[in-house]
């Protein structure tokens, strides 16, 4: 008896499907004044696909004969009624399965992106006086959590927990920002604290950087961290012009918390900064990306010593677009100028990096970087670096990655080092500034 | 005064192109170039429709340059197929500074809206299962059928920027949807005589294809999606083929050829580079060309191995 009443369930539900669907899909063809759509083809489509539901009714056919035996068998073994009524097909409710199947309870799906990125290293040095020593470091955790605040802002944190010098966790806000996003004029601010826009690397988080360790002038001129940072303000806006090409202008200011170029944290008096982006299509394959950038704050805290820095940025990428998934060359160099007053004389030094960094296969790059610095408050001491860096991505989301750094000082011995790196991510990540 | 027509020419060098063009002509800009041809379609003459993707990219990867957002920034409408499939797109919607087409303005578009999608993942899902789409199968518009919801979405933005034209728009859909309707079921017809034909793909890119047209995908060559095949995943591909008796391997253009060809190599098995959108192979440029194109291609490969196959 139960077989005919499935049946029957199931026939009410085809007919329902085919009566409705269709229907709905083509309905505006009937109001139109257009000429209805061709009854043969709606009438082939149609019978494509009731041929595909009566095959898997057919399927469901056989599985419902099948229970039936099963439930006979089990029917045949019982001598006595049970005492409990035999088990019942429940039917399912249309509404538990909607919420199962939209997998998220809405409050949830309101959650920010948030990932989670690790970053452990190993190193090997020669030089017995090096910071880093022989040993593993967990560098860093970096949580991130980016969404849209409202209709006219997002915001993005990144919060770092990092071993500090005694082994110790520190906990620090890398970046926290709120992006207004509706300003007149095509115009977009940032307030919070964020990466400076110097350049190219100082906006990169250092577990996305092409290498394991900083530049060398970055690590110079903008300290251990790696990045010149602090709380500011930044406007930016898209210069019109005639060629149509991009170029965008940033105004910052930050508080001059730096300590190698700046004043550091007791200063109260601002840095000042300037960027400009240039970006060229060379080619549907390749870019060129130049950019400028001019800072200019105090290194004392009474504000009587000025510091000026200027950079100069310039990024050649290249990837074909059908095979862009196995090749890939970027070449990028970065030159940061500093001119520094102190009590005694003016100090002008320099430094610069070069990169380059080769796809070969889908999962595996190779690259080389050379690089030579100066510092901010000494222009006669300098080093040279001379870097091999091998990246195997096993997906998007995780990264291996060995270096090897020879670094050339004239001030005290060589060193060679011995990088390694693993990178991994969990979590929606927002892509990178290109 | 020499100076002040010096520049009131610069200026008017500079200002006067942006002024002449698009006056009437509404600027579309779309992900990838499915949405452009049916954009176009539906648009007609009045709309100006470029694409970010080319039909042979890798929807997927599409790098997000500052370039793509000064089209972006003059853009009125922007169509993007969803599902998270272009993860790039916010970065560059958001870089154009164009509050025409920010997510919720009338100028955005998700062309997924109210497609019946395949594939949605239940229970607990995470990458360990590869580069899953937690809202559906994002390649729905192999499917000619849902060429037609697509569009649906699309007449729905143009209809809100120009009002007056809204007939004009309506008529050009339904034109186009009623040579789509026509197409499909000469395109089922067709494939009639090899129905539950078994196919292997590189990527999960053709559900929505295979089940219009009655094809059986029974694996993939990528273990997982976007992660690459390891030997014995291919190992066990290869003799899953074998006793399938699985004689076509589909690939993307956009895709190494090698482990299609080591797998072919190993069964006997065809390779057959089939595009998944509209300029992904020389004369497809249309997305009913692009159905032609590929139903042409699988026929021919299927009749080469000696009719059906079982």
Do not use: C
């Not at chain 1, 000042?272 to 060379?282: E, G, I, R």
């Not at chain 1, 001019?294 to 820095?309: I, K």
């Not at chain 2, 007609?44 to 370039?67: C, D, L, M, T």
């Not at chain 2, 272009?86 to 025409?100: F, M, P």
């Amino acid at each position: 008896m139960r077989i005919y009443l499935y049946l029957f369930m199931i026939f009410i539900i085809l007919v329902s499907i085919l009566g409705v669907s269709p229907l709905k899909e083509f309905s505006w063809g009937e109001q139109g004044k257009v000429k209805p759509i061709k009854d043969q083809d709606k009438i082939v489509i149609l019978q494509h696909e009731i041929s595909d539901l009566k095959k898997s009714l057919k399927d469901m056919q056989l599985v419902i004969e099948a229970q039936q035996a099963i439930l006979d068998e089990l029917k045949k073994d019982l001598v006595q009624p049970p005492a409990t009524p035999t088990i019942q097909p429940s039917p399912r409710d249309p509404d538990s399965q909607a919420a199962s199947k939209s997998g998220l309870p809405s409050l949830a799906a309101l959650n920010p992106n948030i990932s989670a990125i690790g970053d452990f290293t190993g190193n090997m040095s020669d030089d017995e006086r090096s910071e880093e020593g022989d040993r593993f470091g967990f560098r860093e955790v970096e949580l991130g959590f980016q969404a849209a605040v409202d209709p006219y802002a997002r915001a993005d944190f990144f919060v770092a927990t990092e071993e500090g010098e005694e082994g110790e966790i520190e906990t620090d806000v890398e970046e926290g920002y709120l992006t207004l996003l509706t300003l007149p004029w095509g115009l977009q601010a940032k307030l919070g604290k964020f990466y400076a826009n110097f350049g190219k690397i100082n906006r990169i988080h250092r577990p996305e950087r092409p290498y394991i360790d900083d530049p060398l002038f970055i690590k110079n001129f903008f300290g251990e961290e790696g990045r010149l940072s602090s709380p500011g303000v930044s406007l930016s806006s898209l210069i019109p012009n005639p060629w149509d090409k991009y170029m965008e202008l940033s105004v910052e200011i930050l508080n001059g918390e730096n300590e190698s170029s700046f004043a550091g944290k007791e200063s109260d008096h601002p840095i000042y900064l300037a960027h400009l982006k240039n970006f060229f299509d060379l080619s549907d394959l390749s870019s060129l990306e130049l950019g400028l950038t001019g800072a200019t704050g105090f290194n004392d805290s009474e504000g009587d010593q000025r510091t000026t820095l200027e950079g100069l940025d310039l990024t050649y990428r290249w990837r074909p677009l059908g095979q862009g998934l196995y090749r890939s060359f970027i070449f990028q160099t970065e030159a940061l100028f500093n001119q520094r007053e102190t009590e005694s004389r003016n100090i002008n030094s320099f430094g610069f990096y070069s990169f380059a960094n080769y796809q070969f296969s889908r999962r595996w790059y190779l690259g080389g970087r050379l690089e030579y610095s100066e510092f901010p408050s000494i222009d006669i001491d300098n080093e040279w670096g001379y870097s091999g860096i091998l990246t195997f991505f096993p997906s998007e989301f995780s990264r291996f990655r060995l270096q090897y750094n020879h670094i050339d000082r004239n001030y005290e011995k060589d060193e060679d080092q011995i990088l390694f790196q693993a990178t991994f991510t969990l979590g929606p990540h927002r892509p990178e500034p290109f | 005064m020499i100076r002040f027509i010096v520049l009131s020419l610069t200026f008017s060098l500079i200002f006067v192109p942006t002024i002449g063009l698009g006056a009437s002509k509404i600027k579309v800009v779309t992900t990838t170039t499915d949405l452009k041809a049916l954009t176009e379609a539906v648009g007609g003459e009045k709309g100006e429709v470029e694409s970010i993707a080319r039909g042979y990219q890798n929807p997927h990867f599409v790098e997000a340059k500052p370039s793509h957002m000064i089209k972006l920034r003059k853009a009125d409408m922007f169509v993007k197929v969803g599902l998270e499939l272009e993860l790039w797109a916010q970065v560059l919607t958001e870089g154009s500074r164009n509050r025409k087409i920010y997510p919720g303005a009338d100028g955005y578009i998700d062309a997924s809206e109210g497609v019946e999608l395949l594939e949605i993942p239940t229970g607990q899902i995470d990458r360990s299962l590869g580069d899953i789409h937690i809202f559906g199968n994002p390649h729905y518009w192999l499917d000619p059928m849902n060429g037609i919801a697509i569009m649906e979405n699309i007449l729905r933005g143009l209809t809100h920027l120009a009002p007056q034209d809204a007939e004009y728009f309506r008529k050009n859909k339904e034109e186009y949807a009623q040579h789509l309707q026509e197409a499909t079921a000469k395109w089922i017809k067709r494939m009639e005589p090899y129905r539950d034909t078994k196919i292997v793909t590189y990527h999960n890119s053709w559900p929505n294809f295979a089940k219009r047209f009655g094809l059986k995908v029974v694996g993939y060559i990528e273990p997982k999606p976007g992660i690459p095949a390891s030997p014995a995943h291919l190992a066990s591909l290869i003799s899953l083929m074998q006793r399938k008796k699985v004689k076509v391997i589909i690939m993307e253009p956009y895709f190494s050829d090698q482990a299609p060809r080591l797998v072919a190599s190993k069964t006997g098995a065809q390779v057959l580079v089939l595009p998944p959108s509209v300029g992904g192979a020389e004369g497809v440029n249309s997305y009913i060309a692009l159905f032609e194109h590929n139903i042409s291609k699988l026929i021919e490969t299927f009749e080469g191995e000696g009719g059906r196959v079982e």
